[in-house]
């Protein structure tokens, strides 16, 4: 099948002046049961339900998935969108927004995986981020849960993903309505191997009709596996906790926690001086070098100008330290604004992160990258078979993450499968992050997802 390919190469240079202005250049039975609050009246408004997840290890508790939607509730179309790695739902939480007011006729929901049932996040109930401080890092009653106590979750990998994840699309397919799935980093990877997999003979890609990759995917987006890798981190899966350790800091809830507590502190107290930075559990690279406001910690710890490398997951493109000030304040400058990055951060309980991201499932995903049957996926039982079926239009947009990794993915994928669209898109002007959290007047990924999602209708 004829196959045409559309990238949109935004360069910094272009976006310089105005990120919103740059030159554009052509490049089954159900088996969800759900508790169903009813979507307000807004459509920027949205609720929270609870799906009945797939049957895996440990207790049947924890065998549910959480959606936030937002959009009109008699939307003939739904757009399903998967965090990615240490994310959660409340990364949409503004472009969610942003898309259904743009496309008429659209739900967006927001997937939260089984193992944010395993947060506490009442501390940041009151929205006062020094209570909040207190509850987690004081000694205030957060009690942290340990690995040993959770072996089953060495068994939440791809598969449990994909079943939990197919329940959601499958709920939103009801009334006969069009469901587009996509995601965002890993989230993305996560949506094209749901493509390529096997449900008891029927492919994935028959239960969607596009996909959206945002800063992800699969077909080497980030790299391989290969059998010697996968045999070594199994061993050390085995032998060590089941959670991943964003920060290396032994801790694994601590990334989500300090996320909240950094969007917390600037939403609510942006102009005050931060001690937020003295926190022992905070790395030392991600304090700011002077004393600053609130809000310049933020934005001094997740700017990709001064993120650390090994966290550029975490980056946005926000601006810069004010040159004088005392405290030091932040100069909004970049896509993102610190009052938006904040908000996003600081929500509970469906918040931007997921403490307790099981390990397995990183591993599963980077083993799954080729979509395909060979050592490596029969070794982990991944059920990739459909790759070469796949026939529903595509969107792709990259960051400067990956160095050109994404757009590769997805010019490999359109040309393996039967896809017969990719729209693929670019912004050097833009971090991992400003996909989700951008102005919208500067965010390129929401102007161009937008076309596509229009154009699918």
């Known amino acids: 099948m004829r196959r045409a390919v559309v990238v949109l190469a935004l360069t910094a240079a272009a976006v310089a002046a105005d990120p919103a202005q740059a030159d554009v250049t052509a490049v089954a039975a159900d088996p969800a049961q759900a508790d169903v609050t009813a979507v307000a009246a807004d459509p920027a408004q ?28 008699k939307a003939e179309r739904v757009l399903v969108l998967v965090p990615g790695f240490y994310g959660g739902a409340g990364d949409f ?15 967006v929901w927001a997937v939260d995986r089984r193992s944010q049932a395993l947060e506490d996040t009442s501390g940041f109930d009151t929205g006062d981020p020094a209570a909040a401080q207190a509850y987690y890092l004081g000694g205030g009653g957060f ?8 072996p089953f979750v060495r068994e939440w990998g791809l598969s449990v993903a994909l079943r939990d994840l197919r329940r959601v699309v499958v709920r939103a397919r009801r009334g ?19 493509a390529a997999w096997d449900f008891g003979g029927r492919p994935g890609h028959r239960d969607i009709d596009g996909l959206v990759l945002i800063d992800g995917g699969a077909m080497g987006t980030f790299g391989t596996s290969s059998p010697e890798t996968v045999e070594n981190e199994l061993v050390q899966l085995d032998e060590g906790d089941p959670f991943a350790d964003l920060l290396g800091v032994g801790a694994p809830w601590a990334g989500g926690i300090l996320a909240g507590l950094g969007g917390l502190y600037a939403r609510e107290l942006p102009d005050e001086r931060s001690t937020f930075g003295d926190s022992p559990l905070l790395p030392p690279a991600l304090r700011a070098p002077v004393p600053v406001t609130n809000a310049a910690q933020l934005g001094y710890a997740l700017d990709r100008d001064t993120v650390p490398v090994n966290l550029r997951l975490l980056a946005v493109n926000a601006g810069g330290l004010a040159p004088a000030g005392d405290p030091r304040p932040w100069q ?66 990259q960051t400067d993450l990956t160095d050109g990794g994404v757009l590769r993915g997805a010019r490999r994928l359109v040309e393996r499968s039967d896809i017969p669209r990719g729209s693929l898109y670019r912004s050097d002007a833009t971090s991992h992050l400003d996909p989700l959290t951008a102005m919208p007047r500067r965010n390129p990924f929401l102007r161009t997802v937008v076309r596509f999602l229009r154009r699918l209708t």
Request: charged share 25%.
């Open 46 to 73: 949205a609720d929270v339900i609870t799906l009945k997840g797939a049957p895996a290890a440990g207790p049947a508790k924890y065998d549910k998935v959480f959606v936030e939607r937002f959009g009109p509730r």
């Open 93 to 107: 939480s503004l472009v969610g927004r942003d898309i259904v007011r743009r496309v008429k006729g659209l739900q």
């Open 143 to 150: 009690t942290p849960l340990q690995g040993a106590d959770f």
């Open 176 to 194: 006969d309505r069009s469901v587009i799935l996509g995601g965002h980093s890993l989230g993305a990877s996560t949506a094209a191997a749901y």
């Open 332 to 397: 909004d400058d970049g896509v993102t604004s610190i009052a938006r990055l904040a908000r996003l951060l600081a929500r509970s309980p469906v918040n931007a992160t997921e403490w307790y991201f099981p390990a397995r499932l990183r591993l599963d995903l980077q083993a799954a990258s080729r979509l395909r049957r060979d050592a490596v996926s029969r070794r982990l039982g991944l059920r990739t078979w459909h790759r070469r079926t796949i026939d529903i239009p595509l969107y792709a947009f």
